[in-house]
């Protein structure tokens, strides 16, 4: 029996209702189409109070498989996750607006990159993801990116879409 969509899971746990004051926004690779079976739902959010944070997830999602908190004190954050309907979940707060969010920022490139690549570019990151690659690893591959490829994904964010197509392959 297979899991449920992504979006599914995320109505059904109420996340982003109960994580609005947060500026919820849901990021990785269940929306882009590019999960594999292991994939958890990311949620990013702004937080500037963790011990609020921490204790609404706790109260609402404490009783779930796998439920833990991590402060990330280098990072100015805070990891929660759990299990839910047959998905991991992670909820990233950070002390920042998401837009400026790393996490935030390569779900948003890598959104571009797939409008522009379609499912050729989806095909071909999938392919490499299958053979164990992580998502922004995947697409500094295929663009021949050098370096880190986290980093240097978040440097095609003020690429227009004429250089980010003149990448593809």
Known sequence: MSRVPHDVAL?????????APYDPHVAGTPPLGL???GSDIDIVCEVRDFDAFATL??????DRPDF?????P??????VRFRAWDWPFEIFG??????????WR???????????GGPALAQAIMALR???LKTEPAFATLLGLTGNPYVALLELEKQDDAALRALLP
């Open 106 to 116: 390569h779900f948003c490139v890598e959104r571009r990159l797939l409008d522009l």
């Open 94 to 103: 950070q002390a920042l607006p998401v837009a400026q969010q790393h996490g």
């Open 35 to 37: 999960d594999l079976p």
């Open 130 to 132: 299958h053979r164990g």
């Open 57 to 62: 997830l706790t109260e609402h999602f404490g």
């Open 11 to 19: 109505q059904r746990t109420g996340a982003l209702t109960l994580l």
């Open 74 to 79: 280098d990072l100015d954050a805070m990891i």
């Open 68 to 72: 833990a908190v991590h402060a990330r």
